[in-house]
């Protein structure tokens, strides 16, 4: 059960998660008007595929204020812990809107270059669509650098993969730069650079959002914690006067908070009184060490004091 101080650290928690994702959504939505006018007035492919994936950046930011209100809600009737997974649901789909926006690019790119080497020909892109790119490239990694301090300081995956999809923009932005800029210099010959960027940059993509969705998928799946933060949940438990051989354990994720459940066995000559003053030390062990808001299950079983 969270207690009035846990509710009190959640509700900041959140408003501070709301703000970060505020400053992302102002600059987002600058950069996605300006790309827009940036890729058709500038004739320029990469520059258009640019501006698709600030859109999506703009809507990641509207996922991770929906799903984070949610994920803060207190445990009720119909789910006993919480709605942390929200949270969790929230990056899965912030890491597969990147997947398809990196599949999307490729295939637009690729296309592209196709016709290209088809004897097809490819508009020049233009100056404005090159200053675009530059000024993406400066403001999405300043933007990355401050949402992905925040989200680490404030424990949160879903902020910190939209700090991601940030950063996955500024290394967009650079590749058309590079294309269009390419393009731009050394002539008709080259403006197959333009969607070759766009390609490169879309496989860097993909490999972020991959690495976003599998630890969401570990959790959904309600995977184990690592075997170094299980061997510490036991020493832990043996630390504690009264307990030994800690065994049963099951740990996992529920959004920014653990789930320990854990079996302990305890002299079977002591009073019930003894034995949860005993638990509640080790209850309050974990706690400290992993927050709050853990949640701790522990079991405890006689022992023969003469088998000792």
Known sequence: MLTKFSIM???????????????GS??????????????????????????????????TDIIVVVFVKVSSK??????????????????????LVLLVVGAGIFYNGAEMIFLFFNG????????????????SIVSKEMVYQYTVYKGKNLNSQSVVANAWHHRSDALSSIGVALGIGGALVLGDK????????????????????????????????????????????????????????PHHLRTRRIGNHIAIDIHVMMRGDITLTEAHNIVSVLESKYKERFGNNSYICIHFEPIDSQTE
């Open 190 to 245: 080259w403006r197959v650079l333009d969607p070759l960027a766009a390609v490169i940059v879309s496989i860097f993509i993909v490999k972020v959002s991959i690495q976003l969705i599998k630890p969401c998928v570990d959790e959904l799946m309600e995977k184990s914690l690592s075997a170094d933060v299980e061997k510490e949940i036991v020493d832990i438990a043996l630390s504690c006067n009264g307990i030994k051989a």
């Open 74 to 95: 207190p445990e009720d009737a119909d789910h006993h812990y919480g709605h942390g997974k929200y949270e969790t649901l929230a990056t899965a789909i912030i890491g």
């Open 26 to 59: 102002v600059v987002n939505f600058i950069l996605l008007v300006f790309k827009f006018v940036a890729g058709i007035v500038g004739h320029s492919a990469a520059m258009m595929a640019d501006a698709i994936h600030s859109l999506s950046d703009f809507i």
């Open 120 to 135: 097809g020909e490819l508009p020049e892109p233009s100056l404005l669509a090159l200053i675009a790119a530059l000024v």
């Open 9 to 23: 650290e959640e509700k900041k928690r959140n408003e501070e998660i709301y703000r970060v994702t505020l400053v």
